[in-house]
């Protein structure tokens, strides 16, 4: 599967933005689909995942309550609303998608397939 994220930018503290991950190749719902971020001279680190239906999604500490993943098989496209965002939100944000892993899966290596990044820059 390839993936495509996009919609990341320049948004000032307390902005939101909503980016997209669109997948093509295979279809969609057999994955279950992750955010990351990676800010520079940083390990990538895990945001948060969505269950294959969408029923189910898990998340760091750091954006709960302030992030949402949602995802619409028919378009075979995963979302990550972002909301309150702040500075240290600043990084490239990756979607990935794993077709043997869980909801809960929130190592880089347990996704297979990734998408090429999209820049956040949350300006105080």
């Known amino acids: 599967v390839q993936l495509q994220a996009s919609g990341g930018g320049l948004v000032q503290a307390g902005g939101s933005l909503r980016l997209s991950c669109a997948a093509s190749?295979?279809?969609?719902?057999?994955?279950?689909m992750g955010w990351f971020r990676q800010a520079p001279g940083k390990e990538r680190e895990f945001v948060g995942a969505i269950s294959r239906s969408g029923g189910i999604t898990y998340y760091a500490d750091s954006v709960k309550g302030r992030f949402t993943i949602s995802r619409d098989n028919a378009k075979n496209t995963v979302y990550l609303q972002m909301n309150s965002l702040k500075p240290e939100d600043t990084c490239v944000y990756y979607c990935?998608?794993?077709?043997?892993?869980?909801?809960?899966?929130?190592?880089?290596?347990?996704?297979?397939?990734w998408g090429q990044g999209t820049l956040v820059t949350v300006s105080s």
């Open positions: 990935a998608a794993t077709r043997d892993g869980g909801t809960t899966s929130r190592g880089v290596r347990a996704y297979e397939y």
């Open positions: 190749g295979r279809t969609l719902s057999s994955y279950v």
